[in-house]
């Protein structure tokens, strides 16, 4: 059985940079497709970034335009975690952050919260000064 843990949200002023991890437990991390979503109360979940995984989508990295230039995914496959590290926080990054993963073996689109299944409770991000 998949488990997700999300950790590491908190308060952090605008300009500021936060590290997310996802914790995976189950078989095959280093075969799973991992999203990043964010959600904010009456908006559909969003998806942030997502990671390829070895022989699915190997390689693949995808983020939203909002976040471009300013967040980075990454995963570590001994640890069965992904990070997303974010920088330069902006006031309207502040949400709840998932990750998730990849119900289609790699057929995803990173925007699409319905390609996904096994998800993390989330972990606040508030940015504000």
């Known amino acids: 059985q998949v488990q997700l843990k999300e950790s590491g949200g908190g308060l952090v002023q605008p300009g500021g940079s936060l590290t997310l991890s996802c914790e995976f437990s189950?078989?095959?991390?280093?075969?799973?497709?991992i999203g990043w979503f964010r959600q904010t109360p009456g908006k559909e979940r969003e998806g942030v970034s997502c990671?390829?995984?070895?022989?699915?989508?190997?390689?693949?990295?995808d983020y939203a335009d909002s976040v471009k230039g300013r967040f980075t995914i990454s995963r570590d496959n001994a640890k069965k975690t992904v990070y997303l590290q974010m920088t330069n926080l902006k006031p309207e990054d502040t949400a709840v952050y998932y990750c998730?993963?990849?119900?289609?073996?790699?057929?995803?689109?990173?925007?699409?919260?319905?390609?996904?299944?096994?998800w993390g409770p989330g972990t606040q991000v508030t940015v504000s000064s």
């Open positions: 998730a993963t990849d119900r289609y073996l790699g057929d995803y689109e990173c925007e699409n919260a319905d390609d996904f299944g096994d």
């Open positions: 189950g078989p095959a991390f280093e075969h799973t497709v």
């Open positions: 990671i390829g995984a070895l022989g699915i989508s190997n390689g693949r990295i």
